[in-house]
């Protein structure tokens, strides 16, 4: 089922087709220094969104018959092959999309080679012109998105609202940021500079659980540096980045010419847990734990579990509870939606089923809804075994395991006791003892004293099985280029 996106857009040449958690208790006494200008800001969104909308949305807003097209050489293409999303609150059918074919693919490679050329040997200010064009896009946009977003993935408004905002962020921050060239060394007899030649054609499989943020994320870092992108959607989630590509190029943004394994955390002391595990429970409910930094386990101290449990099982029900309505199609939950599609519905269910064998304790949730949709009840299991597959594996859903921990040596160890290391996140007032702690996990990117808030002037990227290479932040444009040194003679 593939869904090639051709863009520059506006343009042609790019095209669309078709953690764990370490807690501990306080050793700081009363009136001890803390970590001034570290301290904690309560959000707890993956990503906070510049407004919050609290006029209750209502479905229906897109048209209930829209057309969706592969967009490839700046053009809108059908094909004769159809396949449609499922929409997760009801298990319906969504909209048509056409599957793109062999021949779809080579053309959006031909139209993007030919577009290389002149969108490489653009000024960067141009590109980066463009980059700001389509931000404004995306904000002009907002509502028909949102609705699009919500379909295909299941989400909230306030879900939606916040991915379509911090894509844009995302294309402002790149608007504004390149590698440039630089000068390595010069002496009296050379002049050495580091430059970055765009790659060329660039192709990018995209997810399935921020559809629309992680291929923009691509297709914004490859433009800016000279590229052009072919994008694949999700067979799951093809939506949201068919339309943004269609939207982008009625904007013309370009000139129409040529074309994981998860976190890692701590908690300070008594007075703050229950604030701390309201953080938690936020890095591990965030999108039905579809967030590939999501908290995957939970390690608490011996002497704080019962209390932080108490406070994080009574924050599941508060806060994450899913809304069900009678009639699931305009069930349209404040915070937590179903998880996105059947595939991983099943999955969960299954770890579920098997850490309830293996004599995990299920102190809330533990099921699925009994109607249509694939809505999972936010779970908490505690001391589930560390060889049960909720533990080793990722679970990509709304099920946390929470288990003791009394050396520091042992849980560290634990914690790294995984083929897989994106994300962690450290809580604790003595931030000496949180930075040493961060340095010893095997991970890409750690919080401290915050959940995991992937920011887009940061380095995204995994150790061992959880990626190769990363993207985001200044960093995130080398995977994008080549880098040549140039001598001069003096």
Not at 379 to 389: K, L
Request: glycine residues 8%; hydrophobic residues 35%.
């Amino acid at each position: 089922m593939n869904r090639p996106v051709n863009l520059p857009l506006g343009s042609k040449g790019c095209a669309f087709c078709s953690g764990n958690y370490l807690s501990q208790p306080d050793t700081r006494q009363e009136g001890d220094q803390t970590s001034s200008g570290h301290k904690q800001k309560k959000k707890n969104f993956y990503l906070t969104p510049r407004k919050r909308s609290t006029t209750p949305f209502k479905m229906g807003s897109i048209s209930q018959s829209p057309a969706f097209f592969n967009i490839i050489n700046g053009e809108r293409r059908s094909g004769t092959k159809f396949d449609h999303g499922i929409d997760p609150r009801t298990e319906k059918p969504l909209w048509d999309v056409p599957v793109a074919s062999a021949a779809d693919l080579d053309d959006a490679v031909t139209a993007a080679r030919n577009a290389f050329p002149g969108w490489a040997n653009k000024p960067l200010a141009e590109r980066k012109k463009a980059l700001a064009r389509m931000a404004e896009v995306l904000n002009e946009n907002t509502a028909e998105l949102i609705e699009v977003i919500m379909r295909e993935t299941g989400k909230s408004q306030l879900m939606a609202s916040i991915e379509i905002q911090n894509t844009a962020a995302q294309c402002l921050f790149y608007s504004k940021t390149a590698l440039e060239d630089e000068l390595q060394y010069e002496d009296e007899t050379v002049r050495i500079m580091a430059t970055y030649p765009p790659l060329g054609v660039v192709g990018a499989i995209c997810p399935w659980n921020f559809p629309l943020i992680l291929s923009t994320i691509k297709v914004v870092a490859a433009l800016v540096m000279g590229n052009c992108i072919i994008i694949k959607a999700s067979p799951f989630t093809p939506y949201s980045a068919l339309k943004f590509a269609e939207i982008v190029q009625g904007a013309r943004c370009v000139p129409t010419r040529s074309r994981r394994q998860r976190r890692r955390h701590r908690v300070p002391g008594r007075r703050r847990r229950a604030a701390t595990a309201g953080q938690v429970a936020a890095g591990a409910y965030f999108n039905a734990g579809q967030v590939c930094v999501a908290t995957k386990r939970v390690y608490v101290h011996e002497d704080i579990y019962p209390a932080f449990v108490e406070a994080f099982v009574a924050e599941t029900g508060r806060t994450y509870a899913p809304v069900v309505a009678a009639d699931a199609e305009t069930a349209t939950p404040t915070v937590f939606g179903p998880v996105a599609n059947k595939m991983q519905f099943d999955k969960v269910k299954g770890l579920l089923q098997d850490v309830k064998k293996a004599g995990g304790e299920v102190l809330t949730g533990g099921a699925a809804h009994d109607g249509p949709g694939y809505w999972i009840q936010p779970t908490v299991v505690a001391q589930p075994p560390e060889d049960s597959r909720l533990v080793q594996e990722e679970q990509f859903g709304p099920v946390v395991p929470i288990m003791k921990w009394s050396s520091e040596d042992d849980v560290i160890k634990r914690a790294n006791l995984t083929n897989s290391g994106l994300g962690a996140t450290v809580y604790s007032k003595d931030l000496q003892r949180a930075e040493s702690i961060a340095r010893r996990l095997e991970c890409g990117s750690v919080w401290i004293n915050m959940p995991e808030r992937p920011r887009e002037a940061a380095w995204m990227g995994g150790w061992k099985d959880s990626g190769y290479g990363g993207e985001m932040g200044k960093l995130g444009l080398y995977a994008y280029c080549h880098v040549k040194s140039i001598h001069y003679a003096k």
